[in-house]
């Protein structure tokens, strides 16, 4: 209803199924590993989260938890941009985009997004250019999530410099292989959603007519 607000029941109710996914993604990877979860939460105007009762025995297992999330809900994305152009329809093509976007928001290297998780196999440093990364586009998009994510995420980076964090150092040991596999399908999602942006992203004019000479908009269907 908070949605529908702003962009109508209709693509209030597109954008919460496509949260759904997203997070179904990570309830299975999460029973696939034999994990006990709580179910999958819905915040207003903060997305969604699914609860754990146990955590992950290490951290590749934790990455792999966190890209369960990106890679089932780029799928329903692309779903729905299929079902969209077959139907010509610009509702399920902007809710495609949004999809997209909201999948690729989350590769953000900053813990607790799901970046956050897939990147703890790597070096620290990661979460600092996540960090980094995020206040950039709060100067850009003021948003009052970005703040929590870096407050949260600051957190985690200094306990984990500290060696203060609730994991040890066996938790971040694992073979070379496994990091390897880990980056080809994070980087390889990155690009992928960062494409399917760019082909659901369309160009309009003010008035509707792109005469010569008239000014160009690019926007994208969702807004």
């Known amino acids: 209803a908070g949605y529908a607000v702003f962009w109508g029941w209709k693509f209030a109710a597109g954008f919460v199924l496509l949260l759904l996914v997203h997070e179904l993604g990570h309830v299975a990877e999460a029973r696939r590993q034999g994990l006990d979860t709580s179910g999958v939460y819905f915040i207003p105007f903060l997305g969604a989260v699914m609860l754990l009762k146990e955590h992950s025995k290490d951290a590749a297992r934790a990455a792999w938890l966190g890209?369960?999330?990106?890679?089932?809900?780029?799928?329903?994305?692309?779903?729905?941009?299929g079902v969209g152009a077959a139907m010509d329809s610009d509702l399920l093509v902007a809710l495609a985009f949004t999809g997209f976007l909201l999948n690729l928001f989350n590769?953000?290297?900053?813990?607790?997004?799901?970046?956050?998780?897939?990147?703890?196999?790597?070096?620290?440093?990661f979460w600092v250019v996540g960090l980094t990364g995020l206040v950039m586009v709060?100067?850009?998009?003021?948003?009052?999530?970005i703040?929590?994510?870096?407050?949260?995420?600051?957190?985690?980076?200094w306990k984990r410099l500290r060696g203060t964090s609730v994991h040890d150092a066996s938790y971040y040991e694992i073979a070379d292989r496994q990091r390897t596999t880990i980056a080809v399908?994070?980087?390889?999602?990155?690009?992928?959603?960062?494409?399917g942006m760019s082909a659901?992203?369309?160009?309009?004019?003010?008035?509707?007519?792109?005469?010569?000479?008239?000014?160009?908009?690019?926007?994208?269907?969702s807004v």
């Open 67 to 81: 890209l369960g999330g990106p890679l089932l809900g780029s799928a329903g994305a692309l779903a729905v941009w």
């Open 147 to 157: 703040p929590i994510i870096v407050i949260v995420g600051g957190i985690e980076l």
């Open 200 to 221: 659901t992203h369309e160009a309009r004019s003010l008035d509707g007519d792109l005469r010569d000479g008239a000014t160009t908009h690019v926007m994208s269907r």
């Open 107 to 125: 590769l953000i290297p900053v813990f607790p997004l799901d970046g956050g998780w897939i990147t703890a196999v790597f070096h620290p440093m």
């Open 138 to 145: 709060f100067f850009i998009i003021p948003s009052p999530i």
């Open 185 to 195: 399908v994070y980087l390889g999602l990155i690009v992928a959603l960062a494409l």
